[in-house]
Protein backbone atom coordinates (compact mmCIF):
# COMPACT_ATOMS: atom_id res chain seq x y z
CA UNK A 1 0.00 0.00 0.00
CA UNK A 2 2.78 2.48 0.65
CA UNK A 3 4.18 1.85 -2.97
CA UNK A 4 0.52 2.40 -4.45
CA UNK A 5 0.56 5.80 -2.31
CA UNK A 6 3.67 7.00 -3.29
CA UNK A 7 3.33 6.09 -6.67
CA UNK A 8 -0.60 7.29 -7.35
CA UNK A 9 -0.04 10.86 -5.03
CA UNK A 10 2.34 12.48 -7.33
CA UNK A 11 0.37 11.65 -10.07
CA UNK A 12 -2.71 13.37 -9.23
CA UNK A 13 -1.04 16.50 -7.57
CA UNK A 14 0.35 16.65 -11.14
CA UNK A 15 -2.75 16.27 -13.03
CA UNK A 16 -4.51 18.56 -10.60
CA UNK A 17 -1.97 21.11 -11.72
CA UNK A 18 -2.21 20.35 -15.11
CA UNK A 19 -5.51 21.07 -15.63
CA UNK A 20 -5.11 24.53 -13.15
CA UNK A 21 -2.66 25.45 -15.88
CA UNK A 22 -3.74 24.38 -18.93
CA UNK A 23 -8.05 25.00 -17.74
CA UNK A 24 -7.53 28.81 -17.77
CA UNK A 25 -5.64 28.86 -21.43
CA UNK A 26 -7.82 27.11 -23.39
CA UNK A 27 -10.83 28.83 -21.96
CA UNK A 28 -9.25 31.90 -22.65
CA UNK A 29 -9.28 31.17 -26.54
CA UNK A 30 -12.95 29.58 -26.68
CA UNK A 31 -14.09 33.15 -25.62
CA UNK A 32 -11.36 35.85 -26.95
CA UNK A 33 -10.03 33.47 -29.94
CA UNK A 34 -6.57 32.72 -30.93
CA UNK A 35 -3.94 33.60 -32.54
CA UNK A 36 -2.98 32.01 -36.03
CA UNK A 37 0.93 32.58 -34.97
CA UNK A 38 1.46 31.48 -31.85
CA UNK A 39 4.57 29.91 -32.94
CA UNK A 40 5.78 33.01 -33.25
CA UNK A 41 5.77 33.90 -29.76
CA UNK A 42 9.15 33.29 -27.17
CA UNK A 43 6.69 32.64 -23.80
CA UNK A 44 7.00 29.33 -21.85
CA UNK A 45 3.18 28.78 -23.25
CA UNK A 46 4.13 28.41 -27.08
CA UNK A 47 5.22 25.02 -26.00
CA UNK A 48 0.61 24.60 -25.92
CA UNK A 49 0.38 26.55 -28.76
CA UNK A 50 -1.43 23.58 -31.17
CA UNK A 51 -4.08 22.97 -28.44
CA UNK A 52 -4.62 26.63 -27.55
CA UNK A 53 -4.29 28.14 -30.63
CA UNK A 54 -7.62 29.25 -32.84
CA UNK A 55 -7.95 26.54 -35.67
CA UNK A 56 -7.36 24.01 -32.51
CA UNK A 57 -9.67 25.21 -30.05
CA UNK A 58 -12.27 26.19 -32.87
CA UNK A 59 -12.13 23.25 -34.65
CA UNK A 60 -13.13 20.76 -31.90
CA UNK A 61 -15.92 23.38 -30.67
CA UNK A 62 -17.27 23.43 -34.44
CA UNK A 63 -17.44 20.34 -34.83
CA UNK A 64 -19.27 19.39 -31.19
CA UNK A 65 -21.71 16.52 -32.20
CA UNK A 66 -25.22 16.00 -30.01
CA UNK A 67 -25.27 15.16 -26.95
CA UNK A 68 -21.77 16.26 -25.87
CA UNK A 69 -20.79 18.62 -22.88
CA UNK A 70 -19.85 21.61 -25.01
CA UNK A 71 -16.87 23.42 -23.26
CA UNK A 72 -16.03 20.89 -20.28
CA UNK A 73 -15.83 18.44 -23.41
CA UNK A 74 -13.63 20.16 -25.21
CA UNK A 75 -11.60 21.43 -22.22
CA UNK A 76 -11.13 17.81 -21.56
CA UNK A 77 -10.04 16.64 -24.83
CA UNK A 78 -7.50 19.60 -25.14
CA UNK A 79 -5.83 18.60 -21.53
CA UNK A 80 -5.48 14.84 -22.22
CA UNK A 81 -4.38 15.83 -25.71
CA UNK A 82 -1.52 17.94 -24.47
CA UNK A 83 -0.64 15.61 -21.18
CA UNK A 84 -0.41 12.65 -23.93
CA UNK A 85 2.15 14.77 -26.48
CA UNK A 86 4.10 16.48 -23.39
CA UNK A 87 5.10 13.03 -21.90
CA UNK A 88 5.70 11.34 -25.10
CA UNK A 89 8.25 14.15 -26.16
CA UNK A 90 10.61 14.59 -23.36
CA UNK A 91 10.73 11.01 -23.42
CA UNK A 92 12.16 11.31 -26.78
CA UNK A 93 14.17 14.38 -26.73
CA UNK A 94 15.85 12.95 -24.53
CA UNK A 95 16.78 9.95 -25.54
CA UNK A 96 17.05 11.62 -28.91
CA UNK A 97 20.35 14.38 -27.90
CA UNK A 98 22.27 11.00 -25.89
CA UNK A 99 22.13 9.20 -29.42
CA UNK A 100 22.99 12.15 -31.22
CA UNK A 101 25.70 13.12 -28.99
CA UNK A 102 27.13 9.47 -28.34
CA UNK A 103 27.67 9.32 -32.18
CA UNK A 104 29.85 12.01 -33.57
CA UNK A 105 29.15 11.24 -36.91
CA UNK A 106 25.53 12.23 -36.67
CA UNK A 107 26.18 14.91 -34.72
CA UNK A 108 28.04 16.03 -37.54
CA UNK A 109 25.86 15.59 -40.31
CA UNK A 110 23.33 16.47 -38.33
CA UNK A 111 24.19 19.85 -37.37
CA UNK A 112 25.41 20.23 -41.25
CA UNK A 113 21.82 19.44 -41.89
CA UNK A 114 20.24 21.85 -40.02
CA UNK A 115 22.84 24.84 -39.89
CA UNK A 116 22.60 25.08 -43.74
CA UNK A 117 18.83 24.77 -44.21
CA UNK A 118 18.89 28.87 -41.89
CA UNK A 119 20.84 31.63 -41.24
CA UNK A 120 19.03 32.43 -38.16
CA UNK A 121 17.34 30.49 -35.71
CA UNK A 122 14.11 32.26 -35.59
CA UNK A 123 14.42 31.10 -39.73
CA UNK A 124 13.71 27.30 -38.32
CA UNK A 125 9.80 26.96 -38.90
CA UNK A 126 7.97 23.87 -39.48
CA UNK A 127 8.10 23.91 -43.08
CA UNK A 128 11.50 24.32 -42.99
CA UNK A 129 12.03 20.95 -40.72
CA UNK A 130 9.96 18.77 -42.01
CA UNK A 131 11.53 19.07 -44.96
CA UNK A 132 14.83 17.78 -42.93
CA UNK A 133 15.28 14.13 -43.90
CA UNK A 134 18.01 13.32 -41.90
CA UNK A 135 16.78 15.27 -38.98
CA UNK A 136 14.02 12.74 -39.49
CA UNK A 137 15.74 9.24 -39.61
CA UNK A 138 17.63 10.28 -36.64
CA UNK A 139 13.94 10.76 -34.61
CA UNK A 140 12.63 7.86 -36.18
CA UNK A 141 15.84 5.91 -34.84
CA UNK A 142 15.64 7.44 -31.29
CA UNK A 143 12.11 6.64 -31.12
CA UNK A 144 12.85 2.78 -31.99
CA UNK A 145 16.55 2.26 -30.18
CA UNK A 146 14.79 3.61 -26.68
CA UNK A 147 10.58 3.89 -26.91
CA UNK A 148 8.79 6.06 -24.16
CA UNK A 149 6.21 3.24 -23.61
CA UNK A 150 8.17 -0.30 -22.66
CA UNK A 151 5.30 -2.09 -21.86
CA UNK A 152 2.40 -4.19 -23.77
CA UNK A 153 -0.45 -2.64 -24.49
CA UNK A 154 -3.55 -5.35 -24.60
CA UNK A 155 -6.06 -6.30 -26.55
CA UNK A 156 -8.80 -9.23 -26.31
CA UNK A 157 -9.27 -11.01 -29.07
CA UNK A 158 -12.99 -10.76 -30.58
CA UNK A 159 -15.65 -13.70 -30.85
CA UNK A 160 -14.68 -16.40 -33.38
CA UNK A 161 -11.00 -15.50 -32.55
CA UNK A 162 -8.83 -14.45 -35.66
CA UNK A 163 -5.49 -14.76 -37.29
CA UNK A 164 -2.46 -12.90 -35.98
CA UNK A 165 1.02 -13.95 -37.77
CA UNK A 166 -0.74 -16.38 -39.55
CA UNK A 167 -1.65 -18.11 -36.35
CA UNK A 168 -5.69 -18.71 -35.55
CA UNK A 169 -6.03 -17.46 -32.01
CA UNK A 170 -9.23 -17.74 -29.94
CA UNK A 171 -11.99 -15.57 -28.62
CA UNK A 172 -10.80 -13.69 -25.42
CA UNK A 173 -7.51 -14.37 -25.56
CA UNK A 174 -5.32 -11.30 -24.18
CA UNK A 175 -2.88 -10.26 -27.00
CA UNK A 176 -0.38 -7.49 -27.48
CA UNK A 177 2.72 -6.54 -28.85
CA UNK A 178 5.99 -5.38 -26.85
CA UNK A 179 7.79 -2.20 -27.88
CA UNK A 180 11.10 -3.20 -26.73
CA UNK A 181 11.12 -6.64 -27.76
CA UNK A 182 9.66 -5.28 -31.19
CA UNK A 183 12.42 -2.42 -32.01
CA UNK A 184 15.34 -4.90 -30.37
CA UNK A 185 14.62 -7.80 -32.26
CA UNK A 186 17.16 -8.82 -35.08
CA UNK A 187 14.06 -10.39 -37.13
CA UNK A 188 13.29 -7.09 -37.74
CA UNK A 189 15.99 -4.33 -37.78
CA UNK A 190 19.63 -5.33 -38.61
CA UNK A 191 21.89 -4.27 -35.90
CA UNK A 192 19.36 -3.07 -33.61
CA UNK A 193 20.81 -2.48 -30.54
CA UNK A 194 22.94 0.52 -32.80
CA UNK A 195 21.66 3.68 -33.45
CA UNK A 196 21.96 3.73 -37.10
CA UNK A 197 19.01 6.30 -38.15
CA UNK A 198 20.50 5.78 -42.24
CA UNK A 199 18.12 2.98 -41.62
CA UNK A 200 15.19 5.32 -41.93
CA UNK A 201 15.98 7.09 -45.25
CA UNK A 202 13.91 7.17 -48.41
CA UNK A 203 17.26 5.53 -50.39
CA UNK A 204 18.38 2.83 -47.71
CA UNK A 205 21.47 1.10 -48.35
CA UNK A 206 21.82 -2.67 -48.99
CA UNK A 207 22.53 -3.14 -45.14
CA UNK A 208 19.26 -1.96 -43.93
CA UNK A 209 17.21 -3.16 -46.84
CA UNK A 210 15.77 -5.93 -44.82
CA UNK A 211 14.65 -4.09 -41.97
CA UNK A 212 11.08 -4.46 -40.97
CA UNK A 213 9.69 -0.58 -41.09
CA UNK A 214 6.23 -1.06 -40.10
CA UNK A 215 7.04 -2.73 -36.96
CA UNK A 216 7.49 0.42 -35.48
CA UNK A 217 4.70 1.95 -33.78
CA UNK A 218 5.53 3.52 -30.95
CA UNK A 219 2.40 5.34 -30.96
CA UNK A 220 0.51 2.13 -30.92
CA UNK A 221 -1.52 1.49 -34.35
CA UNK A 222 -5.17 1.94 -35.67
CA UNK A 223 -8.11 3.73 -33.89
CA UNK A 224 -6.69 3.54 -30.45
CA UNK A 225 -3.29 4.88 -31.22
CA UNK A 226 -2.09 8.47 -29.24
CA UNK A 227 -4.18 10.99 -30.32
CA UNK A 228 -0.77 13.30 -29.42
CA UNK A 229 1.56 11.49 -31.91
CA UNK A 230 1.85 14.35 -34.68
CA UNK A 231 2.35 17.09 -31.79
CA UNK A 232 5.04 15.30 -30.01
CA UNK A 233 6.62 14.29 -33.70
CA UNK A 234 6.16 18.01 -34.02
CA UNK A 235 7.59 19.81 -30.71
CA UNK A 236 10.41 16.85 -30.95
CA UNK A 237 11.68 18.11 -34.80
CA UNK A 238 11.76 21.23 -33.83
CA UNK A 239 13.26 21.55 -30.41
CA UNK A 240 15.82 19.58 -31.56
CA UNK A 241 16.55 22.06 -34.97
CA UNK A 242 16.42 25.02 -32.75
CA UNK A 243 18.65 23.36 -30.06
CA UNK A 244 20.98 21.58 -32.37
CA UNK A 245 21.41 25.26 -34.47
CA UNK A 246 22.18 27.62 -31.53
CA UNK A 247 24.53 25.33 -29.49
CA UNK A 248 27.78 22.88 -29.74
CA UNK A 249 27.00 20.49 -27.24
CA UNK A 250 28.60 17.18 -25.82
CA UNK A 251 27.76 14.65 -23.37
CA UNK A 252 28.95 15.00 -19.85
CA UNK A 253 31.42 12.08 -18.34
CA UNK A 254 28.45 11.18 -15.98
CA UNK A 255 26.27 10.86 -18.42
CA UNK A 256 28.07 8.34 -21.14
CA UNK A 257 25.83 5.84 -19.66
CA UNK A 258 22.84 7.38 -19.69
CA UNK A 259 20.91 4.95 -21.62
CA UNK A 260 21.51 2.15 -19.62
CA UNK A 261 18.43 2.75 -17.35
CA UNK A 262 15.91 0.36 -15.98
CA UNK A 263 12.56 0.45 -16.97
CA UNK A 264 9.26 -1.19 -16.44
CA UNK A 265 6.13 0.59 -18.23
CA UNK A 266 8.78 3.64 -19.19
CA UNK A 267 12.25 4.47 -18.57
CA UNK A 268 13.20 5.39 -14.56
CA UNK A 269 14.28 8.51 -16.04
CA UNK A 270 17.87 9.65 -14.73
CA UNK A 271 19.77 13.20 -15.71
CA UNK A 272 21.14 13.55 -18.99
CA UNK A 273 24.29 15.94 -18.41
CA UNK A 274 25.48 17.90 -21.68
CA UNK A 275 28.14 20.25 -22.20
CA UNK A 276 26.87 23.49 -24.28
CA UNK A 277 28.31 26.12 -25.70
CA UNK A 278 26.54 28.60 -27.91
CA UNK A 279 27.44 28.53 -31.37
CA UNK A 280 29.85 30.91 -32.53
CA UNK A 281 28.86 34.01 -34.87
CA UNK A 282 29.95 35.14 -37.97
CA UNK A 283 32.03 37.80 -36.29
CA UNK A 284 33.41 35.60 -33.99
CA UNK A 285 34.76 32.87 -36.57
CA UNK A 286 36.70 35.97 -38.36
CA UNK A 287 38.37 37.56 -35.12
Not at 88 to 105: G, M, R
Not at 185 to 214: I, M
Not at 225 to 232: G, L, S, T
Request: aromatic share 10%; charged share 20%.
Amino acid sequence: MAYLQDTIEPLVSKGLLHFHVMGPLIQDRLKNGGSETDLSRSSWQDNWFVCTNKRSVSHMERNQKEGDTGKSQILNNAAIFIAAGSGTTASWLSASVYYILANPDVKSKLVDEIRNAASKRSDLNLDIVNGMKYLKAVTDESIRIMPPILSTFTRVVPRGGVSICGKYVAQSTVVGVNHWATYHSAKNFKHPDEFHPERWLDVVSEEFAGDHRNALQPFSYGPRKCIAQEMASMHSKLFLARLFWEFDMELAPGSRDWAQMKGFIAHYKIPLMVKSNKKPTLSETET
